[in-house]
Structures are given as structure tokens and as C-alpha cells.
């Protein structure tokens, strides 16, 4: 059984740091694109950043960009997603998903993707 299991969220204020990690199990995704989004109460899930797995670069979406990172190690089978200069809009669940296929694009779409974690809440305050 697959599994992805995030941790690392909590209360923080703004302009603080968090790291997030998410562990997966049950298979490895070292070939395969993994990313993280968010959803907001009452707010859709969107897109936050994803890492290829073939050169392990990165994209982002345009309100992250420069101040979240994401990076992985394929052998812990673990992503990251590291977050500074927060503000109270990040608040939000923090959700890493991984996709079973072996493409290589920067893939944006939550319908790309086929593993989901729990999720992990992330609030800022102001």
C-alpha cells in the first residue's frame, strides 16, 4: 500500500520559517515528478511547486516563488518543501502528491498526479 505521510507544519508568525517533509512508502517514486499543494478553508487546492525527478530542478507557483523551495532525497523517498519569509496567505493544508507516470515536464495539475498525502496544516500569523 502507498503511502505519503507530511509532517513538519504548525503555527508560525509572519515573516518565519517551516520546513515540511513527506514521506512516501510502499514503492519508490525516485523516477517519478513529485509536488506539494495547498488548500485554503473554502478555497480550492492549488498548486504550489513540483521537483522532476530527472534533474531535480524545480517550479513554482508565481505567490512562492523565491520564497519556498522544494528538493528531495531519493533515498529517504522524501520531499521537502522548505518555506520562508511566510505570510498569513500561506495558511493553508500543505498536501505532497507524487504521480506514477514517468514524464518529465513540470507537471501543475493536481490531475497529474495519482499518490496524496493527509496533509499537513500550516498557519501564519500576522
Known amino acids: 500500500q502507498v503511502q505519503l505521510v507530511e509532517s513538519g507544519g504548525g503555527l508560525v508568525q509572519a515573516g518565519g520559517s517551516l520546513r515540511l517533509s513527506c514521506v512516501a512508502s510502499g514503492r519508490t517514486f525516485s523516477r517519478n515528478a513529485m509536488a506539494w499543494f495547498r488548500q485554503a478553508p473554502g478555497k480550492e487546492r492549488r498548486f504550489v511547486g513540483t521537483i522532476r525527478w530527472s534533474d531535480e530542478t524545480t517550479y513554482y507557483a508565481d505567490s512562492v516563488k523565491g520564497r519556498f523551495t522544494i528538493s528531495r532525497d531519493n533515498a529517504k523517498n522524501t520531499v521537502y518543501l522548505q518555506m520562508s519569509s511566510l505570510k498569513p496567505e500561506d495558511s493553508a493544508v500543505y498536501y505532497c502528491?507524487?504521480?506514477?507516470?514517468?514524464?518529465?515536464?513540470?507537471?501543475?495539475?493536481?490531475?497529474?498526479?495519482?499518490?496524496w498525502g493527509q496533509g499537513t496544516e500550516v498557519t501564519v500569523s500576522s
Open positions: 502528491a507524487a504521480a506514477s507516470h514517468n514524464g518529465t515536464l513540470y507537471y501543475t495539475s493536481s490531475a497529474s498526479y495519482d499518490y
